[in-house]
């Protein structure tokens, strides 16, 4: 399971970092706050490794 409440505020967080105005945001928010989720999770599977059954967390 992942925590996706904080995923939309960090992906406005990073598109704005890029230069992205809050109205070119709109269109592309969702799809940003996807990368952030995925990122999270290979991030997380990177640092814990495969468990025993050699599937990742």
Request: charged share 30%; proline share 2%.
């Amino acid at each position: 399971l992942v925590d996706e409440r904080l995923s939309t505020v960090t992906a406005a967080s990073h598109l704005r970092a890029g230069g992205i105005d809050a109205r070119r945001q709109r269109s592309v928010i969702d799809q940003a706050a996807a990368v952030v989720i995925l990122q999270s999770h290979l991030d997380e599977r990177r640092r814990t490794g495969p468990d025993l059954r050699g599937r990742h967390s």
